[in-house]
């Protein structure tokens, strides 16, 4: 039977997409199904990481800080890896951090084909009870969207913690869904989630997973209060899925509260 809330349920379906089917759980692609996927498929696989930190460090470079230059980064959700490797070849050190042993030993699997020496694999919790130190640049991108609002508010403030001064965040939320239209993009009190905790399913089907759009007055008003002065943002459509990705950089000075 299984005890948990439907609020940490995510976290041990996320731990079961790792066991199963690693590289389609972080690409919906049937071409990256463990039972369909090939060395040219994987290869397209992490070069699509490639052009993901390219695209980052563009934005980054052109709208934030002309001059960045990471010495530290921290991949929050890094899943298997795709996003970790090219981000190594930027930084002295790169941490991945993830909730799913499964995704932790497959993305130390990928860092060690790839020759990566640099990366360090950490288990999350929502206090990131293994993070230490500060990061120059904390990336995530398309995790947040499976969290639930609350506990996802409260671990985004607690990595704006671990921002250096002076540091750059990348980061990618859901705010709404193409089928709100009709409520402007407001999303019902009874549509907050299209995850249903008590759906039933058959015993081979993949794991359920949470989609949750979040507030942005909430997320800016964290990064405002973390020290961030200024931010640019890119919208993102993921399948009907809306949101923005965040790049921002954490102020020198202490933040106003």
Partial sequence: ???????????????????????????TDPKFRASEITEESKREFFDSGRWH?????????KHVDADFAPKRILD????VGRVLI??????????????????????KRN???H???NAHFLESDDNLSSLTGGFDLIHSCIVFQHIPVERGRSILGRLLQHLNPGGVGAI????????????HGIAPPESQSDYLPDQVTAPNADPAIQMNPYN???????????????????????????????????????PTV
């Fill in 86 to 107: 090219p981000l190594a070849g930027l930084a002295q050190q790169v941490f991945g951090i993830d909730v799913s042993t499964s995704m932790l030993l497959e993305a």
């Fill in 1 to 27: 039977m299984n005890t948990l809330s439907p609020d940490m349920s995510t976290d041990s379906a996320w731990e079961e997409w790792g066991r199963r089917d690693a590289y389609f759980g972080v690409i």
């Fill in 111 to 113: 860092c060690q084909e």
């Fill in 53 to 61: 930190v390219d695209y980052v460090m563009r934005i980054v470079r």
């Fill in 216 to 254: 942005m007055n909430s997320i800016l008003f964290a990064l405002q209060q973390s020290g961030v002065t200024q931010f640019y943002a890119d919208f993102t459509d993921h399948g009907g899925e809306l949101g923005v990705f965040l790049f921002f950089r954490k102020s020198n000075l202490s």
């Fill in 172 to 183: 990618q939320l859901t705010y709404s869904k193409t089928h709100f239209s009709v409520t």
């Fill in 115 to 117: 020759g990566v020496l």
């Fill in 76 to 79: 929050f959700g890094c899943g």
